[in-house]
């Protein structure tokens, strides 16, 4: 079962705060990790700082398109914690979820980016009532992410002059869980066909829909299970963090 959230207006919207001028909305930029967060600071001018509730927001622009930046922390509680606060707090057109995931689909190597056109929650589990794995009450299995953000990664990928590595658009898995076991990654692509597990892009997903807020999470791979993944995960998370700023730059250059 597939939830579609529906396309809402973006990038500005009526302000009658402001003498009914259309105001620019920030586009919302949510990273789990230091590194993550960073790439993506360093593609950003006239940066600011706004501290709200122990998370530290960064305002800045990305191609002249506003942005705001935060580090919610590993895992769906803080991811999902944070989307809403920022949905709150800021006047948002959209909401991205970027990072590092772990591929389970052979043919996506380390480095590759995979934009979730499907998100899920792989670790949700209320099968003891009848449901299949994964499904989640008033939500369903999957989530899809917003159609016109879809479209505008695939017109990136198309114009993208890189061939060290290949973007997809793919199904994500999320879960509270770092992913070491072959078993368990054959299970999830079995189960769900997914290209790529990680921890918070499905709980950003849920909290931004139930707020109609528009999102789309875009994972750069930086490890595989393979019992040991962590070393890998440590040695090539800068690398995934880095490409996924740059898709973001070439993504904001498409606004």
């Known amino acids: 079962e597939i939830v579609f959230l529906n396309a809402i207006s973006f990038f500005v919207c009526y302000n009658p705060k402001k003498g009914g001028k259309a105001m620019e909305k920030y586009v919302g930029i949510i990273a789990a990790m230091p590194e993550e967060m960073e790439a993506i600071k360093n593609k950003m ?15 800045g622009k990305i191609q002249n398109q506003k942005i705001v930046l935060v580090k919610c922390g590993v895992g ?53 009532f009848g449901h299949e794995k994964g499904y989640i009450s008033n939500i369903g299995v999957k989530l899809e992410s917003n159609s016109k953000l879809i479209k505008r990664c695939e017109y990136v990928i198309k114009n993208m002059k890189e061939n060290l ?12 869980i770092f ?7 054959e299970k999830i692509r079995t189960k769900f066909d997914a290209d790529c597990v990680e921890m918070e892009g499905a709980a950003i997903a849920q909290t931004a829909y139930l707020s109609d807020t528009p999102f789309i999470i875009i994972r750069s791979i930086s490890d595989s299970p393979n019992e040991n993944n962590q070393i890998d995960f440590n040695k090539y998370l800068k690398m995934a963090a880095n490409r996924c700023a740059i898709f973001i730059e070439n993504l904001m250059k498409a606004n």
């Open 179 to 185: 992913c070491t076991s072959r078993k368990m990654k």
């Open 76 to 128: 769906k509680v803080n991811a999902a914690r944070t989307t809403q606060i920022m949905i709150d707090k800021f006047d948002i057109s959209y909401i991205i979820n970027i990072g590092s995931a772990g591929s389970i689909n052979d043919e996506i190597d380390y480095g590759d980016i995979v934009i979730g056109k499907y998100v899920l929650q792989h670790d949700f589990d209320i099968t003891a």
């Open 165 to 176: 590595y290949k973007c997809v658009i793919g199904t994500i898995a999320t879960g509270d």
């Open 45 to 59: 001018v006239n940066v600011k700082e706004v501290d709200i509730f122990n998370l530290k927001f960064f305002e």
